[in-house]
């Protein structure tokens, strides 16, 4: 749709108090569609001027806010650096948010930089949907997931002038710590904008990932194909001494199948058929090893364990009396508790799912056994 449908289909909107028929917002695509609704249930006005200062942290606020968010934002200044280098002159500005929408950091075009202040495109300012309506730093934190609004797709008209693309930066524990933006005139607009943000997001994670490794942890990278360790495109994971996973990013999550919340509930070995003793004390002789895992379904991974800088912990000593508890597969483990969690969350597949840690496609897998 161009910008003169967008904004007729939005005025119609306000209007009636009611959406256009349901073709149209066919073409507008299930995430404005989405977005477009929560703005309009905040009780935004799309035409409305707001105060200067609205929403912006300023002064000693702002300071304590950056400061709170300074190892985010040291990691992130080198790349977005690069990322204005590539962008330099054509008008823009490269923007870092925290979790809860607040700029914690830009930089850009001088002239571009000055057009972005009078709609509070700079530090301190929310650009939670709540706050500027739909945009893409606040829809990408509500999504969860990359996000590109271009021109009159923005809920304000004010912003209209922008094409904006970013993605969620997550840290080694799966929690989102903030957004990458790249904001430019929308007369600018690239479709490979957003494959450069995710990019540029990839290469953050990995830096965070590598600052929360610790000495006791071991490094794990995974992909479907050999060729795939050590590139772009593998995932990582930190384990213990005991494989239990203690750090994973969004590309492991997914090629293992699991959840965010299965960091610090799940061993490896509950997910892939193997001896991890073997396994471990194998990458622990040689430094680093490479293993091919089947998970329960028979789906191949294979795993790149690099064991150069791990250190075991001091365990206790057990009582002779006490005896470990035998490590169940994944498997095992839902069989024996799926009815009970199912009874507990009244059938809620996706609340199952989250409290077992794994994903609900896995779970159904396991109740269609």
């Known amino acids: 749709m161009n910008n003169t449908e967008l904004r007729d289909l939005r ?26 609704q929560r703005c309009f249930q905040f009780g935004l006005m799309p035409v409305a001027r707001r105060l200067a200062e609205e929403h912006t942290l300023g002064g000693e606020n702002l300071r304590i806010r950056i400061e709170q968010r300074d190892v985010l934002i040291r990691t992130a200044i080198p790349t977005m650096e690069y990322l204005y280098a590539l962008i330099a002159g054509s008008g823009g500005v490269v923007v870092l948010a925290d979790h809860h929408g607040v700029i914690v950091h830009s930089v850009g075009d001088a002239d571009f930089l000055q057009r972005a202040d009078r709609i509070l495109l700079r530090p301190g300012a929310s650009w939670l949907e709540r706050h500027r309506g739909t945009n893409a730093i606040g829809t990408a934190l509500h999504e969860g997931q990359s996000v590109a609004v271009n021109g009159a797709e923005h809920f304000f008209e004010e912003n209209g002038f922008l094409t904006c693309a970013a993605a969620p930066i997550r840290g080694p524990d799966g929690r989102t710590l903030g ?86 509930q799940v061993h490896l070995a509950q997910v892939f058929v193997m001896d991890w003793p073997s396994v471990r004390d194998q990458a622990l002789r040689q430094g680093s090893s490479t293993v091919a895992l089947s998970n329960l379904q028979g789906q191949s991974l294979y795993f790149r364990i690099d064991a150069s800088r791990f250190r075991q912990k001091a365990n206790p000593i057990l009582p002779p009396t006490e005896a470990v508890a035998p490590l169940m597969p994944l498997r095992d483990v839902s069989q024996r508790t799926v009815e009970h969690m199912l009874l507990e969350t009244h059938g809620n597949i996706a609340e199952a799912a989250r409290r077992l840690g794994i994903s609900r496609s896995t779970l159904y897998r396991y109740l269609r056994r």
């Open 179 to 264: 957004v990458l933006d790249i904001s430019s005139d929308q007369r600018s607009h690239h479709p490979h904008t957003l494959g450069l943000v995710r990019t540029s997001v990839r290469a953050i994670e990995r830096q965070l990932f590598a600052l929360a490794e610790e000495t006791h942890t071991l490094r794990l990278s995974c992909h479907p194909h050999l060729a795939g360790l050590g590139s772009m495109a593998e995932g990582w994971l930190h384990l213990d001494a005991d494989g239990l996973i203690t750090a994973m990013d969004s590309v492991a999550m997914a090629m293992l199948d699991l959840q965010r919340n299965a960091i610090h």
């Open 11 to 36: 005025r119609h909107w306000l209007r009636h108090g009611t959406p256009p028929e349901e073709a149209v917002l066919s073409r507008l695509g299930p995430t404005l569609t989405g977005s477009w």
